[in-house]
């Protein structure tokens, strides 16, 4: 159980079209996801926190027209890049939070993003 | 501030060397979680442990140890006998009360580069 899919995997696009990328929880229901962004080398960050039913909870600096979130259900959040650059080139990892019970989000195996 | 902090950048040993990855972590609130994950190269995550702020015994799991020190705020990660599969990028997180719910979003320390050399 508690497993989340992340689709793709990895995504080679060019720079000024958009990217989607799917965070689902596939054996649990998830109000809140999380998106983190990683570079190479470096930690991830979070980006925004994706609430079904309402509008995600962006971090600060991150731009909300670019990296636009939408949960539409409870089992699935999506992540569309918009008009994607090469800066915007990054491993993309999402967490599912159960909400049965106070359980740990659990992740999904990222997508990584090339821009060219 | 960093609330989770990972000193050692890049560590390397040879195969059966123990080695202990450490964090240190900062949090006003009194409950909280701390993790451990890893990361191959292949990027997904791999959850190691999940501990809570109100039990500090250590645990082992098989070649793994965690020390838990609430006093120092640490949370250290030792590897006995060291393998070239360990090679990996290890992440300390720390996650705070979240909507009244602990366990949710995630701070996570910069990362701790083992290579394990045969």
């Known amino acids: 159980g508690a497993v989340v899919s992340q689709h793709p995997s990895w995504v080679i696009c060019k720079s000024g079209t958009s990217v989607k990328i799917e965070c689902r929880s596939l054996?649990?229901?998830?109000?809140?996801m999380f998106w983190y962004r990683q570079f190479p080398k470096q930690s991830l960050m979070l980006m925004a926190t994706?609430?079904?039913?309402?509008?995600?909870?962006?971090e600060q600096g991150v731009e909300k027209d670019k990296f636009l979130i939408n949960h539409a259900s409870l089992t699935l959040s999506t992540l569309t890049v918009t008009s994607a650059h090469p800066e915007d080139s990054s491993f993309y990892i999402c967490?599912?939070?159960?909400?049965?019970?106070?359980?740990?989000?659990?992740f999904g195996q990222g997508t990584r993003l090339t821009v060219v | 501030a960093q609330k989770v902090t990972q000193a050692q950048t890049e560590i390397s040993v040879v195969e059966k060397e123990d080695v202990t990855l450490d964090c240190v972590y900062e949090?006003?609130?009194?409950?909280?979680?701390l993790f451990w994950y890893k990361q191959p190269p292949s990027g997904e995550l791999v959850f190691l442990i999940r501990?809570?702020?109100?039990?500090?015994q250590n645990e082992i799991s098989g070649r793994y140890s965690w020390n838990f020190q609430k006093s120092t705020s640490s949370f250290n990660f030792t590897i006995t006998a060291s393998q070239v599969v360990d090679s990996a990028v290890y992440f300390c997180?720390?996650?705070?009360?979240?909507?009244?719910?602990?366990?949710?979003?995630?701070?996570f320390g910069r990362g701790t580069q083992l290579t394990v050399w045969p």
């Open positions: 967490s599912a939070k159960n909400d049965r019970g106070n359980t740990e989000a659990f």
């Open positions: 054996d649990f229901q998830a109000t809140t």
């Open positions: 994706s609430n079904e039913g309402s509008k995600a909870t962006y």
């Open positions: 949090t006003r609130d009194t409950t909280y979680y």
């Open positions: 501990r809570n702020s109100f039990d500090e």
């Open positions: 997180a720390l996650s705070e009360d979240y909507r009244g719910s602990t366990l949710g979003r995630l701070y």
